[in-house]
């Protein structure tokens, strides 16, 4: 049976919610219908900074010390926010909506520890739209000793079957944090964070020119890149690891660039998020033949030339060159893991989070 789902990711850039909504039964992609974006206030994104500091020291998943609970109740509010304005603009009603699956806000993702946790309050959420809400996808993968993540892998493969290329192929988010899908034909999937993102190089930009990203990547054009920095910080334990393994935003927070002109320092940063995704082309079973590249780094033009500079001879495309929506994409997945949820399909599997057996997970709070 066919589901209309809506879905609701707020990404660890802290940027805002992005919404989107989608025809499926959870395991192919029948339509996609509009999508849409609240951004944060700079209010509310200095609420979740100090709820990622704060969380740091959370010992239970539930636990809301301190400015996690105030930023629970501005998470929850703006998804209600987000859900109301997409609803009005596209003339719809709740009852035209199956299910909403509802991310939350990642505050801390220690998976080591039995422990990911995902702020907002699915039960008011629900009451406040009058739809169903599927929502804690992760935390049944992490008690079971997986990752927790990445868990857009069986979305991206959905995605990539309609492409009918040779393999293999990765798709690659690049959001706060990297992670990578590795498709090749039916039967490989694999997946992994692969390191920083967009996040370090956010917070640089905020620090040294107070902007909240390097638009374009226009600034990091004009700096030169510290490749010895980069070499040294890829000699971190973690980008040897092979697959499945994954990361909290935070991780690389303690890595610094020590006293650079900020164009050289943007420049550093960007080449150390391409350098650590192309990292990976070793742990991976094959050598992959194109890099479908979504999520806000897309946009990042430096960000995508050195990622050219890194893969030799295999394509690198931004996914919107190929039709999809690159910026709805993860709230489009969480619509498409909700519709599995509700039907017991797996949301992640031993070789993208390191699950013992495939998992379905998620959890239903009702109106
Ligand atoms: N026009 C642009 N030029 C350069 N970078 C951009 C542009 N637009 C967005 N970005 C980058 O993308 C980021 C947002 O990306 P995205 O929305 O994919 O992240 P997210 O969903 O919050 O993160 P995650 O995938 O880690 O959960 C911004 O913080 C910024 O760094
Ligand atoms: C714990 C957590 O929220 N992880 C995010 C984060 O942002 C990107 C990367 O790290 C990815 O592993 C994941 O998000 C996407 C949506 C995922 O689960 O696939």
């Not at 998976?111 to 406040?128: F, Y």
């Not at 990765?170 to 992994?192: E, K, P, S, W």
Request: hydrophobic share 45%; charged share 20%.
């Amino acid at each position: 049976m066919m589901l209309t789902a809506l879905g609701l990711m707020s990404g660890t850039s802290l940027d805002g919610v992005d919404v989107a909504l989608i025809e499926t039964d959870g395991k192919q992609i029948k339509a996609f219908g509009p999508s849409g974006y609240r951004p944060y206030s700079n209010a509310e994104r200095s609420l979740l900074r100090r709820a990622l500091t704060e969380a740091v020291h959370l010992p239970r998943r539930d636990a809301r010390p301190g400015a996690l609970a105030e930023a629970e109740r501005a998470v929850t509010l703006a998804h209600a926010e987000a859900v109301a304005a997409f609803t009005a603009q596209n003339r719809m009603k709740p009852e035209e909506i199956d299910i909403v699956g509802f991310h939350g806000q990642t505050v801390l993702h220690r998976p080591e520890r039995r422990l990911t946790v995902q702020i907002g309050d699915a039960a008011a959420l629900a009451k406040a739209i009058h739809i169903p809400v599927m929502h804690d996808f992760r935390a049944a993968d992490v008690e079971a000793g997986g990752q927790g993540a990445p868990f857009v892998p069986v979305y991206h493969r959905a995605l990539a079957q309609s492409l009918e290329r040779e393999g293999p192929i990765v798709v690659v988010n690049i959001g706060g944090v990297a992670n990578i899908t590795y498709i090749d034909g039916n039967d490989t999937l694999i997946a992994c964070d692969t390191g920083p993102g967009n996040a370090l190089l956010d917070d640089f930009m905020y620090r040294t020119m107070n902007q909240a990203f390097d638009t374009e990547g226009k600034f990091a054009a004009l700096g030169k890149a510290d490749e010895a920095w980069v070499a040294r910080a890829l000699e971190l334990p973690f980008f040897r690891l092979p697959p499945p393994k994954s990361l909290d935003r935070n991780d690389f927070a303690a890595l610094k660039l020590g006293d650079v002109q900020p164009a050289d320092g943007a420049a550093t940063l960007t080449a150390f998020t391409a350098a650590a995704i192309a990292r990976i082309i070793p742990l991976l079973p094959r050598r992959p033949r194109s890099w479908i590249i979504c999520g806000g780094g897309a946009r990042n033009l430096t960000m995508l030339r050195m990622l050219r500079e890194q893969v030799g001879s295999a394509t690198v495309q931004a996914a919107e060159t190929l039709g999809w929506a690159s910026d709805a994409i993860e709230a489009q997945a969480f619509g498409f893991l909700a519709a599995r949820a509700l039907k017991g399909l797996p949301l992640s599997y031993p070789a993208t989070t390191g699950v013992p057996m495939p998992m379905t997970g998620g959890v239903i709070a009702r109106p």
